[in-house]
Every structure is written in structure tokens, then in C-alpha cells.
């Protein structure tokens, strides 16, 4: 048993068929999880999709309103990215439920995974880069709502910048966003997050996991936030089609390590999602996720009191 839920649903599946998005990764990485002896069926909680009151405290009624009639123009449609399918909007709402959730499990165990989400490309009106709706902001502002937390941290270690987070969090005290990407990449706009890290095409471990350890370590003492998301992206890997940095499989567990023990050690609770991975091997996207996990499992026992 985990000392911690994994939040999944089989409709995480975006359903793309041939896509460089390998959307089937969800469904690989909770069988690989439960194969590789790391979950067991018990770890597992299974979301309701959100609510339209929980996606309308983040996104336009109007972007609410073409995504669940079909009514995306041509431009709308081209931005997104992905081919637009009943099952897609359902498969964004199951993964805003899911970071909902894992938040939730994270206030009261220290971790909690959602096994999807990450799309940090949505902004409030419209969608971009294969995100329609931002989940991990959706679970923000129903938690604050709530009363759950007062402030949440975002670090966002995808290859490419949290553009979305970043526009509808900015300006906002109540949410530091902290992003590390590669800077000669898409989006090519880049709207500011509270730190962000731009890295030179070709960085390795080393330069990466120093420049993001000393700006966490730093950001999380200073803001001492009451819940902190992690959007550990796989696209910075050296193999990525889409992302231009060098980490190895081992930098990439390190940096979700590090990052968990800074947030942990301060008694922080994390909350995980995944976002991109375009490993030309997709079961190399599959186990840097499940490393992740892995990770998260390895922080918990390592700081969890002796008996
Ligand atoms: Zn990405």
C-alpha cells in the first residue's frame, strides 16, 4: 500500500489514435504502476468529472459553453491543437475532478496524485497546446472556496512555459507560480509567471536541477505556501520530440525528489500531475511518470516518523 492515493479514471484517455500527444500514456502508467508492484488496487480513487461551477471559477462561460456544444471556431480548434470529440471534453473534465481530488487526499496525507492534468496551456477563453481546461487552477480556486488553503504554490517543470497558469494566476498574492522551461520554445509568448527559469536550449541535469533547486528552496521558504502543485512534465527528457533540453531519466527523478523533500520537509502538502511527454519511446514518457510517483512513495517513507 502507498502511503498516499493515486487519482485515475479509464477516461483520462484523450482518444487521439496517432497523435505526437501519446494520450493511451494514462492508462499505460496505471497498469505499469500496479505491474511494477508500486500501487495496489486500493490506492487507487477514482474521480467524478467536475462541475461546471468548479471549471466557471476559472474558465469563460462562453469557452465552457463551445467546448460541451461542439462550437469551437476554425482558429479556436487550430489552437487547441488536438481534434475536438465529446470524449475529449469529457477526458478534460475527469482530469480537473482528478487534481480536485488528489488536492483534497493531499490535505490530509502529504501527497496525492493525480495520474493525468497538467494542462497548463488552458487559459480562461479559450485552449492551446492540447489543454481546453486548466485543472490544476480549477483545484486552486475550489479549494480556496472551500476554505481549504489560503495559498498555493505552482511548480511547473514542463519543457515548455506555464502560459496559461501563468495568465490566470499572475496578479493574484495568493499563488506564487514558479515556472523552469526551455526558453527557445513554444509558447512563443510568454506572459510572466512569479519566477520564471529559462533555460538554454541543451541544458543537462546539472545546470537544471541547480537553477530550479536553489529557486524552490528560496520561493518555498519565503511564500510558505498552504498546498504546492507540481506539473512534472517528461518532455524535458534528452529523448523528446518536442522539447530541446538533455536531462537524463535519473535528473528527472532527482528533480521530483528534490523538489517533494523542499515542500514535505516544511510539512507542505504536494499535489502532483503530469502535463507533456513526447518521448520517442512512449514507454520511456511512461516511466519517467511513473518515476514520479515512485518518488513522491520514496520522499513520503523517507521523512514519515520511525515507528
Ligand atoms: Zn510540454
Redesign the pocket.
Known sequence: MLPFKLVYHPGYDLNLGQHVFPSQKYRLIYEKLQADGIASPGDIVSPEPACDEDVLRVHTADWVHKLKTGTLSASEQMKLEVPYSRALVGAFWLAAAGTIAAAQCALRDGFGCNLGGGF?HAYPGHGE?FCAIHDVAVAIRRLQHDGLIRSAMVVDT???HGNGTASILSGDDSVFTLSIHQENN?PAHKPPSTIDLNMEDGAGDQEYLATLLSAVRKSVEKFRPNIMFYVG?A?PYLEDQ??GLALTMDGLKTRDESVFHEARVRNIPVVTTF????ARRVQDTVQIHVNTVLAAKQTAERLAPSP
Open positions: 497548463h497546446g514542463d519543457v515548455h513554444y512534465g518532455d518536442l522539447g502535463a507533456g511527454g513526447y
